[in-house]
């Protein structure tokens, strides 16, 4: 008998199964997630014919530390949260190395409804909703164009600003703000430059103009002001300003990650809808991967995108649905 128990104990699967349990006892559900969200990103790049990146990976990390740090400021649970599509979004941005350390994006729990839980309580349901800053969009726009730099600032009362526009020799821009200067923003100025000077240009934007994009995003969110906007107003009129002066850049993505950009941009065009007068024909690098067409109409460039789009990452199994090559359980 006592050399029944001995082979059963010493077999190779009940060492693993040991390791496995005492491994995942000491990582908490956070670290859990961040494991497997890793794993099965591994995957899809590799499925995709790409490898993951040491850069890609820390941001990863990082965006699912931001992630966890939201939801505990916002006070509520992760059993709160609607994963759907979640995964996706966290290793779009990854591809991108955004980071939120630096203040390049903020993760903002929305409330979205209520859900049952398994065990038949109804609670709020909340969404993670990605808000690019000003310079998570710069960022973003450096590597994918032939600018060097792009300045975002606001101009307030009494700040001396005088532009320069010249379409031959590039435009210049001379610029003293009063120290200290807390008085109301006037205006805010994009400055956009290039390797080559006489493509310098200066775009800017109104405080009523300003007033349009926060209206928007008000209206979007059913008449309240939203955290990015209520929180971080000075910060979302830089990235009005930049949006605006980006859109006569010439972005040019490579194929690997096309996806990625155009999936970020989408998510980050949903929080709200710039509608100027004198909106501007946008520039796009044409490829097999999207197509665009300029509308003379409307004044508006239709974006058809290649139906062919990146693999959900299927992460949210419930215990059952766990297979042998993922250790992955829900948050609780």
């Known amino acids: 008998m006592a050399e029944k128990k001995k082979e059963e104990g010493t077999t190779e699967e009940n060492k693993n ?3 496995k349990t005492t491994k995942k006892g000491l990582k908490t559900l956070t670290d859990q997630y961040i494991d497997n969200l890793t794993r099965e990103s591994e995957k899809i790049l590799d499925l995709m014919g790409l490898k993951m990146s040491p ?5 990863l990390f990082g965006l699912c530390l931001a992630c966890d740090k939201a939801i505990k400021e916002k006070g509520i649970e992760w059993k709160q949260i609607d994963l759907n ?4 979004n966290l290793l779009n941005y990854a591809r991108l190395e955004f980071n939120p350390a630096n ?4 993760l903002i729990p929305y409330k979205s409804g209520t859900k049952k839980l398994e065990n038949g309580e109804e609670v709020d349901c909340y969404q993670i909703n990605f808000e690019e800053s000003y310079l998570g969009k710069k960022q973003k726009a450096i590597r994918f164009s032939d600018i060097k730099d792009a300045i975002a600032f606001l101009v307030r009362e009494d700040d001396v600003y005088e532009p320069e526009i010249n379409f031959i020799e590039g435009d210049i ?7 200290f200067n807390t008085g109301k923003v006037i ?11 006489t ?6 934007m109104t405080l009523e103009d300003l007033e349009k994009v926060k209206q928007a995003s008000k209206d979007k969110m059913g008449g309240k002001i939203s955290p990015a906007w209520r929180n971080w107003e000075s910060e979302m009129q830089k990235k009005a300003v930049l949006k605006r002066g980006l859109k006569d850049v010439e972005i040019k993505v490579p194929s690997e990650f096309q996806d990625a950009y155009f999936e970020t941009e989408k998510l980050d065009n949903s929080n709200y809808d710039l509608n100027f007068e004198d909106r501007k024909t946008v520039i796009i690098n044409k490829s097999d991967a999207i197509e665009a067409e300029f509308d003379e109409k409307t004044g508006e460039t239709k974006v058809t995108e290649n139906p062919a789009k990146q693999e959900e990452i299927e992460l949210h199994k419930t215990d059952d649905e766990v297979t042998n090559d993922s250790d992955y359980v829900e948050f609780e």
């Open 85 to 88: 599509g979640l995964a996706s």
């Open 17 to 19: 199964e040991i390791v």
């Open 199 to 204: 493509k310098n240009r200066v775009v800017e």
């Open 103 to 106: 203040n390049e994006i903020y």
């Open 173 to 179: 821009i001379t610029f003293h703000p009063k120290p």
């Open 187 to 197: 205006g805010a100025v994009c400055y956009l430059r290039y390797e080559d000077n």
């Open 55 to 59: 850069e890609v990976k820390s941001s």
